[in-house]
């Protein structure tokens, strides 16, 4: 039953994932995105990764989604304001795309685990409280930069999609 329910949801992420980037509508590729987030929240939940699953669609989602819609409405994306690609430039996109998923798969295959085996020390991980500790003890100056970035990045896309008044 795993297995299937692990079929249909790579099934969707993928089909999504290339809706996404094949869509000529803007907000359709942004609705395609948002579905592969659900089901990639999906994958999370079969690997009984709770919380990443939440997260997932509350960050990505939620957030990024609604900050990525707001842009597409906010600058006002059609077909008729992207120019033409030539035929040259598609081909040559197309051949490094493939000749990049040769490298990925080729570093994948050959990839090995730098640990063997792992020890359990009795902790749950997955625990909300684990994280939260770990993430406030040992990573509290890279999640303070983190929230001061992205308070500089609300304050500049409020600034640029504030309207100058004409004197």
Do not use: W
């Not at 079929?7 to 869509?23: D, E, N, P």
Request: charge should be positive; glycine fraction near 4%.
């Amino acid at each position: 039953m795993i297995t299937i329910i692990f079929y249909i949801l790579a099934t969707i992420t993928l089909g999504t994932g290339l809706l996404t980037v094949l869509s000529k509508n803007p907000i359709h590729s942004a609705v395609y995105m948002i579905i592969c987030f659900f089901s990639i929240s999906g994958h999370f939940l079969l690997l009984n990764a709770l919380f990443l699953s939440v997260i997932n669609i509350v960050v990505y989602a939620g957030a990024i989604m609604v900050l990525l819609l707001f842009t597409l409405m906010l600058m006002n994306l059609s077909e008729s304001h992207e120019p033409k690609k030539k035929v040259i430039s598609r081909v040559a996109a197309t051949i490094s795309s493939c000749l990049m998923g040769i490298v990925l798969l080729a570093a994948l295959l050959k990839a090995t685990p730098v640990i063997e085996t792992y020890k359990a020390e009795g902790l749950d991980y997955q625990s909300v409280n684990i994280i939260g500790q770990v993430l406030l003890d040992e990573y509290l100056v890279p999640f303070e930069f983190a929230a001061i970035l992205l308070i500089t990045a609300m304050i500049g896309a409020v600034l640029i999609s504030k309207k100058e008044k004409k004197a």
